[in-house]
């Protein structure tokens, strides 16, 4: 009897080792905690981030990472630890402007046509000077407000690091705080970066 108990017990430690052998995906969560905190949107400070928020992880369902890790966890040679530094994905309400707000302008009399101030998709200071979530008009593929999603992390100790710009197909409420077109175009940002990362990790 000792016996059998004995066997039985080397075998049940010898599939436990074989489980903790076996390939697979492994995320480490280490994004500073402003990035994880909040509720709906919180606006980005400072002259250059008008109009710029950072989005509240718990605006989607399943949570961001959560996400990430599944649609990970379902491509073939995705094997390691995804150690995840910093994430935030940006809602971007900036439009550059041009030209004057005087439809005309009058000289000796007359009137004369002025410059109308134009709007143009894009974010309205460079890159470097923005905090997050900059775009060019030229990314959009709609006429939409895009969601800009910012990833820095490392695979097998190997920085990734990548941006998407995701372009929403229908006006959104813009509040996320549980609208379903919200949700749904964040989710859709969040599948556009786990390919980001595993065409970054699997090239």
Known sequence: MKHRTWLAALS???????????????????????????????????????????????????????????DLSRIDGMAGTLTVLNWSIYYNKQ?????????????????????????????????KESAGGWYEGGELTSMYFPLVSEFEGTFGGKPVSLRVV???????????????LDKEALLEAVHQTSAAVASAVLQ
Do not use: H, W
């Open 12 to 70: 049940l430690i010898s599939a436990m080792a074989a489980f903790a052998q076996e390939p697979g995906l492994v995320v480490i969560d280490l994004r500073p905690k402003e990035e994880k905190d909040g509720f709906g949107l919180a606006a980005l400070t400072g002259k250059c981030n008008d109009d710029v928020f950072r989005i509240a992880d718990v605006a989607s369902d399943p949570l961001k990472l959560d996400a990430l890790k599944e």
């Open 95 to 127: 439009v550059q402007q041009s030209g004057t707000r005087l439809d005309s302008v009058g000289i000796q009399g007359y009137s004369i046509p002025g410059k109308k101030k134009e709007r143009r998709p894009g974010s309205k200071c460079s890159r």
């Open 166 to 180: 995701y372009s929403p197909q229908q006006k959104l409420p813009g509040k996320f705080e549980g609208e379903a």
